[in-house]
C-alpha cells in the first residue's frame, strides 16, 4: 500500500509491511488508513555526542493497524546506533499485531537492558487500529499527548492516572509508576492527536518562565485547528519568537495525528497474505 509523502529534502512513500522513520531534520506527511500524519523532526545533536530523538512508524500487511513510536535517547558513543537498531527490528517484529502489549514489553526490557550500559530514554508507543478507531498509547516517561476533539473543538492533556504499576498491569518499565502511561481512546473523525518531544515544554517563554506543558496546551489552543498542515510550523515559529534559543540546542519531534473517515482499500486486504510471507522491510533513515 503506498502513500503520499511530502519531504523537506526529497520524496518518499510508505508502503505496508514497512517500518519508516528515523532521526534526523524531516517535514513529512503520511496518509494512512483512517490517519492523517505530519511530523516535525528537527536535530541539532550529534548521536554520538549524546542524547538523540528518534521516531518510527509502521503499518501492517493490509494498512488497518499504524504503529508509533517516539524516543528521547540519551547515549554516549555507539549506544545510540545500538538501541535504535534494536528497537527497529522491535518494530518489524511486531509489525502485525494489533494489540501493543507484546512490543512495549519488549522494549521496556530492551531499556532495562541498556540503562545498564548508561543508556537511558523516554518512549512513546501508539498503535491505532483502523475500524475501531481505537488508539492504545503507553508512555514511559515522556510528555503526554495532548488531545483535540472536533465534536468540542477543544485541546486538553491526554494523561490519565494508571489503573495499577505496570509490575501489576503485566507491563515491564523502568520508570517511576507516575511516570508511567496506558491507556486506550476512540477517535472520531477531526479528532487529533498532537505528541513532542520535552524539548518543547523546557523552552522559556517571553517573560523567563519554562513553557510546561499547560504553556504549550495555551498556544496550541491559540492556533487554527482547521489546518492541521500548517499547525506545527506555526506552533514551532511562535515558540521560537518567545525566545532565541527556544529549539536550539536540543532535537526536536513534533508529531500532529488526525483521526479520518478513508479506509483501508479492497487491494490492500487481498495482497495482505501475500505481504505478510515477504516479511517487514526498514525504510528508516539516520542522519
Request: glycine content about 6%; charged content about 20%; proline content about 4%.
Amino acid at each position: 500500500m503506498s502513500t503520499t509523502t511530502s519531504m523537506a529534502n526529497s520524496d518518499s512513500k510508505m508502503k505496508c509491511m514497512e517500518v519508516w522513520g528515523g532521526h534526523g531534520s524531516r517535514e513529512n506527511h503520511l496518509a494512512r488508513p483512517g490517519l492523517d500524519i505530519w511530523i516535525r523532526s528537527h536535530s541539532v545533536s550529534d548521536s554520538e555526542a549524546g542524547g538523540s530523538d528518534l521516531h518510527l512508524l509502521s503499518s501492517c500487511s493490509s494498512g488497518r493497524v499504524t504503529r508509533m513510536m517516539m524516543a528521547d535517547i540519551c547515549s554516549q558513543g555507539s549506544q545510540f546506533e545500538e538501541l535504535v537498531d534494536e528497537l527497529r527490528e522491535l518494530m518489524k517484529r511486531n509489525i502485525n499485531t494489533i494489540r501493543q502489549t507484546r512490543i512495549v514489553q519488549q522494549i521496556n526490557h530492551q531499556l532495562e537492558e541498556s540503562s545498564e550500559l548508561g543508556c537511558f530514554a523516554t518512549v512513546m508507543v501508539g498503535t491505532y487500529f483502523s475500524p475501531t478507531r481505537s488508539l492504545s498509547l503507553c508512555n514511559t516517561g515522556h510528555p503526554p499527548p495532548l488531545l483535540f476533539r472536533a465534536a468540542e473543538q477543544k485541546w486538553s492533556v491526554l494523561k490519565k492516572k494508571p489503573a495499577g504499576s505496570p509490575q501489576t498491569t503485566g507491563w515491564l518499565g523502568v520508570v517511576n509508576v507516575d511516570e508511567y502511561q496506558h491507556f486506550q481512546t476512540k477517535l472520531q473523525p477531526g479528532d487529533m492527536i498532537l505528541s513532542y518531544s520535552d524539548t518543547l515544554t523546557q523552552c522559556q517563554t517571553s517573560t523567563g518562565q519554562t513553557l510546561g506543558i499547560h504553556g504549550l496546551l495555551d498556544r496550541v489552543r491559540s492556533l487554527a485547528f482547521d489546518e492541521p498542515n500548517q499547525l506545527l510550523a506555526r506552533l514551532i515559529q511562535q515558540i521560537k519568537s518567545e525566545d532565541p534559543v527556544n529549539l536550539a540546542i536540543d532535537d526536536t519531534t513534533v508529531l500532529l495525528c488526525k483521526a479520518t473517515s478513508t479506509s483501508v482499500p479492497w487491494l490492500d486486504n487481498l495482497l495482505a497474505p501475500f505481504r505478510y510471507l515477504q516479511g517487514a522491510t526498514d525504510k528508516t533513515y539516520m542522519d
